[in-house]
């Protein structure tokens, strides 16, 4: 938990407060150890050298050597102890009355300290006075470890990241686009892949960066080697990108610089939009200039007729949740026609995604379904083994070679 006033520290300098009038002492405070530092972190205190902030190498003052057991945790005047004596912080006047809990989280681990000192104006402190110390300090665990929890995940996620990032983003792969009428290969999707051993979906990868303050780098980043791949393959590339991060003048330099006649941005509809204005300000000049929009996941979920006739786009991507079985259930072979009616009535393209077997390619292209994507044309796969030849169909064919 670091210092700014958030709810926990509001929390914690209640029981603080609670603690140094109860006790009669000038300071009461929360510390923080971690491996080189121990901070204090909320502080009751009518003295103006003790501060949130205030911090000093890992073994210096008492905080260390109260966890260690170095000191005791009720010390009724430090100036009798000479560890206490050699330990005594330079910087601050004179400490008599010590008192000092460690605050321990669920798992056993020690957070830091919960304290309160006296000056030798202040009375002493006992034995009988750690009692009311030891239950402010299981409340202070209590209010901190949801903040600590929430610091470990981000740092975990910052760290896990962070070789990803280094090395210029995730691998990119591409996954073939196929027309329906003609049968070839009009363009292709790119897929951002992240190490398996993670075991996260890319889309929960960017989720978790944007969390922590990294997600428009991670996806600039992406979007970066998706526009490398323009040069390797033929037909359109198809790149995905959240629209937070389209509204951002990094985006749309980098788009910017792309032959966008050859670019389809393709914007979840899952994600939310918070500026309608500002999204469709930032993509204008863009569109003016060639690139095509396209909404994803459309059926997935609740939203998609607002993001649709908001941003007007020229694809639709049909969710896999309708394509998987439109060949069996006759409601999601109805679905699908009339999200394609309502498409070319507004002369909206549409790209059916996930399909998997012929049956589902077949009512598709009965449909009037304009594209596919899935297993069915291809897998994703790196930009060199794309290739143009074979893609197109021959009479009485209807699989494409994967």
Not at 157 to 170: E, I
Not at 324 to 341: F, N, Y
Request: proline content about 6%; overall charge negative.
């Amino acid at each position: 938990m670091e210092h700014g006033g958030s709810e926990a520290e509001q929390q914690v300098a209640r029981l603080l407060r609670t603690a140094r009038r109860k006790l009669d002492l000038s300071v009461a405070f929360l510390s923080r150890i971690d491996e080189t530092t121990r901070t204090v972190q909320v502080v009751d205190s009518v003295l103006p050298d003790v501060y949130a902030g205030y911090s000093g190498p890992r073994d210096s003052g008492f905080c260390l050597a109260v966890v260690e057991g170095r000191l005791p945790q009720v010390m009724p005047d430090a100036r009798a102890v000479p560890e206490a004596v050699r330990l005594h912080p330079a910087d601050l006047p004179q400490v008599r009355g010590h008192v000092s809990v460690p605050v321990v989280l669920s798992d056993g681990a020690v957070y830091g300290t919960f304290c309160a000192f006296g000056l030798t104006t202040d009375p002493e402190v006992s034995p009988r006075d750690l009692a009311l110390m030891e239950v402010l300090a299981d409340a202070a665990a209590l209010v901190i470890e949801p903040e600590v929890r929430l610091e470990q995940r981000r740092a975990a996620v910052s760290d896990r990241l962070a070789p990803v990032v280094s090395a210029g983003g995730p691998d990119v792969v591409l996954q073939p686009i196929v027309s329906l009428r003609s049968g070839a290969r009009v363009g292709a999707e790119a897929l951002s892949r992240f190490p398996a051993e993670w075991g996260r979906t890319p889309d929960v990868v960017f989720d978790e960066a944007h969390g922590i303050g990294q997600g428009h780098r991670l996806e600039l980043l992406a979007l970066r080697r998706a526009a490398a791949l323009l040069d390797e393959v033929s037909g359109y590339v198809s790149m995905n990108v959240s629209p937070q991060t389209v509204v951002t003048p990094a985006c749309g330099d980098l788009l910017a610089g792309l032959p966008l006649h050859r670019v389809v941005l393709e914007l979840s509809e899952h994600d939310p939009v918070g500026d309608y204005a500002a999204l469709g300000a930032a993509l204008a000049p863009l569109r003016a200039r060639g690139m095509r929009l396209a909404i994803d996941d459309v059926g997935a979920g609740f939203s998609s007729l607002r993001h649709i006739v908001v941003t007007a786009p020229d694809v639709i991507k049909m969710d896999r949740s309708i394509v998987s079985g439109v060949d069996s259930d006759p409601i999601l072979a109805k679905l699908a026609r009339s999200l394609v009616d309502f498409a070319h009535s507004v002369d909206v393209s549409v790209v059916a995604e996930g399909v998997e077997t012929e049956a589902e390619h077949a009512v598709l292209q009965t449909l009037g379904v304009d594209g596919g994507q899935g297993w069915f044309f291809g897998r994703p796969a790196p930009a060199d083994t794309l290739v143009d030849e074979g893609t197109v169909l021959a009479p009485g064919v209807t699989r494409l070679s994967a």
